[in-house]
């Protein structure tokens, strides 16, 4: 069967301008030509076209190609083999630079899986247990993926916002729990808080809140302000909580 330049072109995806480089350099002489000189491929050529590609793909230069294809002693299958070996060894060393793209990627978008011990960093071993305890299991796991989520960079961006707003409202512990100042804490304290339960922009969680607002009074880690227990802040916290979750909040 003999195949046109543009039937070559179509097949190999090489272009009719390369090919006649291939004629003219001697790499790759069509088989015939007609008498309006068109030129002709056979399967004979079309093997070593692939061979030609091959070569190229693995940086060979045009002169070292032809010096390889005309060598008397050239094998045919022998050169195929050591084609694959070759194009193996480049798809594992791809694979392994497009996993550092995509890890340098997630890096740079500061989307960093997170380990799930990281969550609990600092906080008690039994920390999570008791979370499971009193929230749910379903809950707690929930919360875990969404901050596992966010990356250690905004999980530790999210914690510096929880530990600024503690620290106004500690500031304001001697004000109305009513007061302007007190609740616009309080709504960055409960938007802050939904961001680590994994809720923000789901439905209103109000006794969940307020349930909150009493553990902070039974339980002094909750309140612990640089090592020293807090009893009263955890009260007024508790208090202003419970205000803001019924003048704000609705359980749906």
Known sequence: MKYSIKQITDLAGVSARTLRLYDQTGLLKPASRSESRYRYYGERELLRLQQILFFRELDFSLKEIKGLLDDPNFDHIEAL???????????????????????TIKNLNEKIPM??????EGLPK????????????????????????????DFEALKERQKANAAELFELRNEAVSSHKVQDLVAMHYA???????????????QAYKGLGEMYVSDERYTTIDGSNQPFFAEFLRDAMIFF???NLQEK
């Open 115 to 120: 380990k799930p011990e990281e969550l609990y």
């Open 245 to 247: 979750a019924d003048q």
């Open 192 to 206: 802050i808080i939904r961001a680590f339960w994994g809720t923000s922009g789901s439905a209103d969680k109000q």
């Open 126 to 153: 039994e920390y999570r247990e008791q979370a499971i305890e009193n929230w749910g299991k379903t809950e707690i796991e929930r919360s875990e993926k969404a901050l596992m989520e966010l990356g250690k960079r």
């Open 81 to 103: 083999s050591e084609q694959k070996k070759a194009l193996q060894t480049r798809q594992k060393r791809l694979k392994v630079l497009v996993k550092t793209i995509d890890r």
